[in-house]
Structures are given as structure tokens and as C-alpha cells.
T-cell receptor
Framework: EAGVVQSPRYKIIEKKQPVAFWCNPI?????LYWYLQNLGQGPELLIR????????DSQLPKDRFSAERLKGVDSTLKIQPAELGDSAVYLC?????????????FGPGTRLTVL | GQQLNQSPQSMFIQEGEDVSMNCTSS?????WLWYKQDPGEGPVLLIA?????ELTSNGRLTAQFGITRKDSFLNISASIPSDVGIYFC?????????????????FGQGTILTVHP
């Protein structure tokens, strides 16, 4: 079974430019998460989807960040415009139903560098 | 918001030694999880704990869910070089708690483990 796929793995952009990250969860997983991981820190949840519905986006900076999961499968996270402080690793994770006992499987992440 | 304090921040040990790390919270969690993250990869689940007082083992790893539900520890026995990595604790809110935070994982800052052969 394929794991969570993310692309690109690395991205370097100049500040004020837009950037997008793509995630394909494990087949059959209804719940998808986007996390932000700063250097030396644990992941922090940005947004959680149940199928195509964003059920928790309280930590997403909506002035510059947006996300979509139109068909309830793969998802895109966008930043426009990017700022220097956005440099971090963006992790995607999925779980089958989002239940207490469900394991969240993480992708390898996209490392973003904003110059 | 909820905060997890994980300690120690880093450890340098010799192969064969035992390792212990812990996590404390300012609030109660219903689930405690321990993850390991290798460079350039996402975190991988090691152990999940669902009941206060629960003690669970996975090979050389043992973890416990504190009685107060505000803490957890992870022990690694007889460390080997492949144990090198960053270990994260995470607490999870109950799924049916209501509101928008249900099911949310809150991670600690991580413990960097280095094992010298």
C-alpha cells in the first residue's frame, strides 16, 4: 500500500511569490491533515478535512493561506504571498476516519525556503 | 492554548544504554502518542496509549499514560544506532468533545536522540 505522497519535496521561492503544495493521502483514508513544522519544533495542525469538508481550520492564517480538497481525495495547500517566516516543513497526514484509535500516517513533507 | 513540555531536548548516549524521555501537559488528554521522525521524513507512530495508567510495549520501547492524564513517558532499552532520530510526544483531544478541536493532535517540541556506537 502506497503511503502519503507529497510534492514537491523541496521548494525555494522569493518572498511575495505564491507557492502550492500537493498531497495525495493513503487510498481509502477519509481524513486529511496539513501540518506546519518549524525547525526544532513539533508539527502544528493547520487544517483538517473530513472528506471534502474542512472541519477544523482554526489555525490556518486565512489572510495568506488557503487549502482545498475538492473531490475528497487529494489536497492542495497554497500560500500567497509567501513571507520569510513561512520557511518550514509542510506535512500532510491522513487517517481512515479520524477516530480516536485511528493512526495518522504522515507524508515526507515539503521543505519550503523563502528568500 | 494547550502546551506540551517534552524533556530532555536532546540526549547523547552510548549504544546499549537505556533512554527515558517524558512529556507533561497543562491540560488533560484522552490519548497519548509517541512518534519518531527521521531526517527528511514525516513522523512515524511508535506507541499509542488510550487509558490513564496504561503501560504499553513495542519491542524495546515502553510507554506509559500518566494517571493524571497530563503526562506520559517513553523508555527505550538497550539502544542501537538506528534509534537515532527525533522523538515526539503528542496528546489528542477526544473525538466527540465537540467544537472544532476534536481529534486534534498537540505535539511536544521533540527529543533529539544521538546514539554513539
Amino acid at each position: 500500500e502506497a503511503g502519503v505522497v507529497q510534492s514537491p519535496r523541496y521548494k525555494i521561492i522569493e518572498k511575495k511569490q505564491p507557492v502550492a503544495f500537493w498531497c495525495n493521502p493513503i487510498s481509502g483514508h477519509n481524513t486529511l491533515y496539513w501540518y506546519l513544522q518549524n525547525l526544532g519544533q513539533g508539527p502544528e495542525l493547520l487544517i483538517r478535512y473530513e472528506n471534502e469538508e474542512a472541519v477544523d481550520d482554526s489555525q490556518l492564517p486565512k489572510d495568506r493561506f488557503s487549502a482545498e480538497r475538492l473531490k475528497g481525495v487529494d489536497s492542495t495547500l497554497k500560500i500567497q504571498p509567501a513571507e520569510l517566516g513561512d520557511s518550514a516543513v509542510y506535512l500532510c497526514a491522513s487517517s481512515r476516519f479520524g477516530q480516536d484509535t485511528d493512526t495518522q500516517y504522515f507524508g515526507p513533507g515539503t521543505r519550503l525556503t523563502v528568500l | 492554548g494547550q502546551q506540551l513540555n517534552q524533556s530532555p531536548q536532546s540526549m547523547f548516549i552510548q549504544e546499549g544504554e537505556d533512554v527515558s524521555m517524558n512529556c507533561t501537559s497543562s491540560s488533560i488528554f484522552n490519548t497519548w502518542l509517541w512518534y519518531k521522525q527521521d531526517p527528511g521524513e514525516g513522523p512515524v507512530l511508535l506507541i499509542a496509549l488510550y487509558k490513564a495508567g496504561e503501560l504499553t510495549s513495542n519491542g524495546r520501547l515502553t510507554a506509559q499514560f500518566g494517571i493524571t492524564r497530563k503526562d506520559s513517558f517513553l523508555n527505550i532499552s538497550a539502544s542501537i544506532p538506528s534509534d537515532v532520530g527525533i522523538y515526539f510526544c503528542a496528546g489528542r483531544n477526544p473525538v466527540n468533545a465537540g467544537g472544532t478541536s476534536y481529534g486534534k493532535l498537540t505535539f511536544g517540541q521533540g527529543t533529539i536522540l544521538t546514539v554513539h556506537p
